[in-house]
């Protein structure tokens, strides 16, 4: 079975400070991976995904098959950063598999 | 484009009363997800939709029921509500398997 974790809760850096969300995945066929998040008061909307290697608000995530992970990151926060984020995973059979969150919070 | 809308945005129900929630999206999207969401354990996927006329089960779809009569919308139900649906429910959509889903701005679940 697939399972998707990351295993803070949240995650709290001072402006300017690199940050980096961790999720590791557990999943028998390739996979393919997103961020999403979610800002205060609006819809949870895609950040990034690992197929399109791009940096967005200037964070960049990484599949590492070997140690199965998928972190996010960003090597200097903003207050505007300050959300939740869900890394998910997308399996053959229309499925998207999401983790528990992290909460971000960037202080001034 | 009003995206993916949801109604109601919020509701109480007492244990044992029904309901429906009804899902839009004007993209012309073929799929269409129903997802529950509880702090800690991110987002659960109940149902979920590859076309008009098609429903599948998700992760959690014991105690919904759902319909996609149309393209455009995705109702789900629940039949008697229990105290453990307690939620928030969000809808989406997406052209394809492996697409980027659009979510709805969620419908807040109190069942007392």
């Known amino acids: 079975a697939q399972r998707v974790t990351q295993p803070e809760k949240l995650l709290s850096v001072f402006k300017g400070a690199p940050v980096e969300l961790k999720c590791n995945y557990s999943?028998?066929?390739?996979?393919?991976l997103f961020w999403y998040v979610q800002y205060s008061r609006q819809r949870l909307q895609l950040l990034l995904r690992?197929?399109s290697r791009e940096s967005i608000k200037g964070f960049t995530a990484d599949l590492n098959k070997g140690e199965t992970s998928f972190h996010l990151k960003k090597p200097f926060a903003q207050e505007e950063d300050s959300a939740m984020y869900y890394c998910a995973l997308n399996n053959a059979g229309n499925m998207l598999t999401f983790g528990g969150g992290t909460r971000l919070m960037v202080k001034p | 484009n009003a995206g993916v809308t949801q109604t109601p945005k919020f509701r109480v129900l007492k244990t044992g009363q029904s309901m429906t929630l009804l899902c839009a999206q004007d993209m012309n999207h073929e799929y269409m997800y129903w997802y529950r969401q509880d702090p800690g354990m991110g987002l659960r996927l109940i149902h979920y939709s590859v076309g008009e006329g098609t429903t599948a089960k998700g992760e959690v779809p014991d105690g919904y029921n759902v319909s996609r009569l149309k393209k455009q919308n995705f109702l789900l139900g629940l039949e008697s509500a229990a105290p453990s649906q307690t939620s928030v429910y969000f809808c989406?959509?997406?052209w394809g398997q492996g697409a980027e889903q659009y979510f709805g701005p969620g419908t807040r679940l109190t069942v007392t």
């Open positions: 999943y028998s066929g390739s996979p393919e």
């Open positions: 690992h197929i």
């Open positions: 989406a959509s997406s």
